[in-house]
């Protein structure tokens, strides 16, 4: 297909662990960005890729939350030593452009990862 | 900062009639608004956008939205709803005022629940 991909679709991990949740932008988008919801909240910013660099990490938690997208297409968020709290959908949206340079294109989301950790 | 509230957490509205799901914005420049939908185990969709112009925009599936900047609102409705616009709804903003990368900031969302 030719939308946002995101694998796995779902993952349960034990408290502790590592885990990697992989993105596949639409073909040709530049912009990528990867939100966390929570249960009952809308979609929290955070991290922004400009082709392969964070333009943006303002929205990461904390130092357990990494992510990559080393060439400028596919992204891969990583997140060390979960918690309970991590518990979330991680979702991927890319669009064409930037937000900054290109307001007028919107974000095109992929069906997210629920990660459960235990 | 940008903030977004949706001070409905669901709205029930029956088909045919027409439906409002409401949303007011605060940012400190002007503002670029969208409205997303999302459904069961899908990512969310695109329905609409204002950036700059008219202020009721139209979208997808039959739903418009109308910008009022002296509210600071940006509402979402369609004339005649239907069993399947059924899902969760979202506004988002974007301060234009913001320098950077800055991208969108969601509000907590609305369930709208239309009957037969």
């Known amino acids: 297909g030719a939308g946002v991909s995101q694998t796995p679709s779902n993952k349960v991990t034990e408290k502790g662990k590592y885990v990697e949740l992989r993105c596949d932008p639409i073909?040709?988008?530049?912009?990528l960005y990867w939100y966390r919801q929570s249960l009952g909240q809308g979609p929290e910013f955070l991290i922004y890729f400009q082709g392969t660099g964070a333009a943006d990490d303002s929205g990461l938690p904390n130092d357990r939350f990494f992510a990559v997208r080393p060439e400028g297409s596919v992204s891969t968020l990583k997140i060390q030593r979960t918690e309970r709290g991590d518990s979330a959908v991680y979702l991927c949206?890319?669009?064409?452009?930037?937000?900054?340079?290109?307001?007028?294109?919107?974000?095109?989301f992929g069906p997210g990862t629920r990660l459960t950790v235990l | 900062a940008q903030s977004v509230a949706q001070p409905e957490d669901q709205v029930n509205v029956a088909e045919g009639n027409p439906l409002t799901v409401k949303c007011t914005y605060s940012v400190s420049g002007n503002p670029y608004l969208f409205w997303y939908v999302q459904y069961p185990n899908r990512g969310l969709q695109f329905l609409l956008k204002y950036i700059t112009g008219d202020n009721l925009v139209k979208g997808s599936y039959g739903f418009e939205a109308e910008f009022n900047k002296s509210q600071t609102s940006f509402h979402l409705k369609k004339p005649s709803a239907l069993v399947s616009d059924s899902a969760l709804y979202f506004c988002?903003?974007?301060?234009?005022?913001?320098?950077?990368?800055?991208?969108?900031?969601f509000g907590k969302g609305t369930m709208l629940l239309v009957s037969p």
């Open positions: 073909s040709g988008h530049t912009a």
């Open positions: 949206a890319s669009s064409q452009g930037s937000l900054a340079g290109g307001p007028l294109n919107e974000q095109f």
């Open positions: 988002a903003v974007r301060d234009m005022g913001n320098s950077g990368y800055s991208t969108l900031t």
